[in-house]
């Protein structure tokens, strides 16, 4: 058989491949659908953030816009998933010092969006570790690592997928666990994407029409886990809900979540149309 036959079989295949993974993918949704017009929830709490991450690419399947900038992408394109000029966004670092390419820009990651550090640094094995918490060394070691693996607590508001949205890697890397500063963004640091980082005063600046989804999944975190929230945030929080109502797509969000998670962000839920 020649080479040239060969090359259109492979074709063949792998577009039968991609054509069974996206079947795939739409009879998950259509489930996730059908289970939210049903009431019945598929699965309950989740304790893994690599499961929580796999459970939200079925929730935005048709709902590929990155959360800061509206970037369309697509996870089929591993090696560049970001469309950017969907959106304007330029990297803020093309390369890294080292010379390599900075690949976080061309990728999706899942962001928290209160960040894991805030989650975390409220239970003693972020701050000193556990006696678990130990490496074929004998080194121990705390923070992220060592909640997830002796804390359940921790795990759940890891892998909460109310907390999570998708964002270009790099931003999430700029981003941190800085937060949200009360001023609009004001320079064109990512091109057209309307979000700035302040690395000095480790703060980050974010269009207005995402203000309320933060400030409703800062209460819903609050009021699910007993996250602490100060007297600042929480005016701050009042005033961007209601500047920034609830969207239909928000809403959508919040059922499929619940019918794979099993509970609802009451803040949304409960708004007033």
């Not at 080292?98 to 928290?112: A, C, D, F, L, Q």
């Not at 609050?222 to 239909?248: I, R």
């Amino acid at each position: 058989m020649s080479s040239s036959k060969h090359a259109e079989n492979g074709d063949i295949e792998f577009d039968d491949f991609k054509k069974s993974r996206s079947i795939k993918l739409w009879l998950l949704l259509l489930a996730v659908v059908l289970a939210i017009a049903s009431g019945v929830a598929l699965a309950g709490p989740n304790e893994s953030f690599s499961k929580a991450k796999k459970q939200l690419k079925i929730v935005y399947q048709d709902h590929q816009a990155t959360f800061y900038c509206g970037c369309k992408y697509d996870y089929q394109d591993k090696n560049d998933m970001i469309d950017n000029a969907s959106c304007g966004y330029i990297p803020r670092k093309s390369h890294y010092k080292s010379g390599k390419p900075n690949t976080r820009s061309k990728r999706i990651e899942w962001e928290h969006v209160v960040p894991a550090e805030n989650l975390g640094r409220q239970f003693s094995c972020w701050r000193d570790g556990n006696p678990s918490c130990v490496k074929s060394n004998d080194k121990h070691y705390k923070g992220r690592r060592c909640c997830t693996k002796v804390n359940k607590k921790y795990r759940l508001m890891q892998a909460d997928m109310h907390n999570l949205v998708p964002a270009i890697g790099e931003l999430n890397a700029d981003r941190s666990n800085y937060r949200y500063d009360f001023e609009l963004p004001q320079s064109k640091q990512y091109g057209a994407c309307d979000f700035e980082v302040l690395f000095k005063e480790r703060r980050a600046r974010v269009k207005k029409d995402i203000r309320g989804n933060i400030a409703r999944t800062y209460f819903y975190m609050n009021e699910q886990y007993g996250m602490a929230l100060s007297k600042q945030e929480k005016n701050k929080f009042n005033v961007w809900t209601k500047s920034d109502p609830v969207s239909e797509w928000e809403r959508t969000r919040n059922d499929r979540i619940e019918t794979i998670q099993g509970n609802q962000n009451t803040f949304i839920e409960n708004a007033t149309p």
